[in-house]
């Protein structure tokens, strides 16, 4: 492993100025005929037009300048398009007619025995080393490829277009904007709301969208939020649960020597849907106008760990306008706060 990792960096430093991977300019039957000449292994590439991921492989992994010169330097690169019926029956002779998604990657050799193979969008360090594989080790092919009337014989005949929610995964790795729902819970105070206040439980759940820009995260979001305290009132405890239908922008920074962390500064505005009080005998409506405001507005300071797909968040929900409407005196729904996102195709 370590000529490997040896021999990969020098090539880097041979070929720093490739721009992108050098796909084959013919067909696959005369890139097999090239790799002989040149005494390369062929690195097999296939992809189709309605595929998020191989988007996003060919937008931002393959035009790296060191693994595109490794690429050149090590294989013929062949790309083949499952669209057309050719690419179609070639993708079957390389998985003996079983269905197979793309982007799907293949290491061969000119006597078109695989040795390598992969499936799936991956990330820089996952495709370099894919593309790692030294030639000297005596290691065995894993199967050879079918021969055309074999592979003809199996073939099925594919869907026209994937199904829905594949082409809705598709979508999401390729976009720059990637969508994301958020749960989760608090734990909520009404400050300043008079003696005996303690903390309630409540929860968060919404939508909202996630652009990455190297350390920096941007997620506008909308939220439902469950927010209020207990207050003890002549003696009574009394519950407050107000709903709000807030409108956020997440501001996140990844730390590199806290790396998976980030800091995270999210500035929210809210609007109450509806609220009650529940106390020892029995519950009543709140009276927005009068007794509480409709709108609530603040920042939430806290963490979040960058998990790729799932990034969980906790933190201080700091509520900065005052919610009290009745005594004069100033109220406002702070506390903690933890969530767990998942976004699908980051």
Not at 163 to 174: D, E, G, I, Q, T
Not at 217 to 233: C, D, N, R, V
């Amino acid at each position: 492993m370590k000529k490997s990792v040896l021999i990969f960096f020098t090539s880097l430093l041979l070929m720093k100025h490739a721009r992108a991977i050098d796909f084959f300019d013919g067909s696959y039957g005369e890139a097999l005929a090239q790799a002989k000449v040149e005494n390369k292994l062929l690195f097999i590439y296939f992809t189709a037009s309605w595929c998020g991921p191989c988007v996003y492989m060919q937008k931002y992994i393959f035009p790296d300048p060191e693994l595109s010169a490794y690429t050149k330097l090590h294989y013929i690169a062949v790309k083949i398009d499952i669209g057309k019926e050719d690419g179609r029956l070639l993708l079957n002779k390389f998985t003996h007619g079983k269905r197979q998604g793309v982007p799907a990657y293949f290491i061969i050799n000119a006597r078109e025995e695989i040795l390598k193979s992969a499936i799936g969008g991956m990330k820089y360090n996952q495709f370099k080393m894919f593309l790692l594989y030294d030639r000297s080790r005596a290691s065995r092919a894993l199967y050879k490829v079918l021969a055309d009337s074999v592979t003809r014989g199996k073939m099925e005949q594919p869907r026209s277009k994937p199904a829905f929610f594949s082409r809705l995964l598709y979508n999401a790795a390729a976009s720059k904007w990637k969508t994301g729902i958020r749960a989760g819970m608090n734990l909520m105070q009404l400050h300043g709301g008079g003696p005996g206040t303690r903390l309630r439980p409540g929860y968060e759940l919404g939508l909202f969208f996630d652009r990455s820009l190297r350390r920096y995260t941007f997620q506008p979001a909308i939220l439902l939020t469950s927010k209020g305290g207990y207050l003890k009132q002549n003696g009574i405890d009394t519950r407050i649960n107000i709903q709000y239908l807030e409108l956020c922008l997440s501001n996140g920074y990844l730390v590199k020597p806290l790396y998976p962390l980030k800091i995270s500064v999210n500035p929210y505005a809210g609007l109450a849907l509806w609220g009650k009080a529940t106390m020892k005998d029995g519950k009543q409506a709140i009276n927005f106008g009068n007794e509480f405001s409709k709108t609530d507005y603040g920042i939430k300071i806290g963490l979040s760990a960058y998990l790729g797909s799932f990034e969980p968040y906790i933190g201080y929900n700091l509520g900065l306008n005052n919610i009290d409407r009745a005594t004069g005196s100033k109220m406002y729904a702070r506390g903690f706060y933890f969530s767990i996102a998942l976004i699908p195709g980051k």
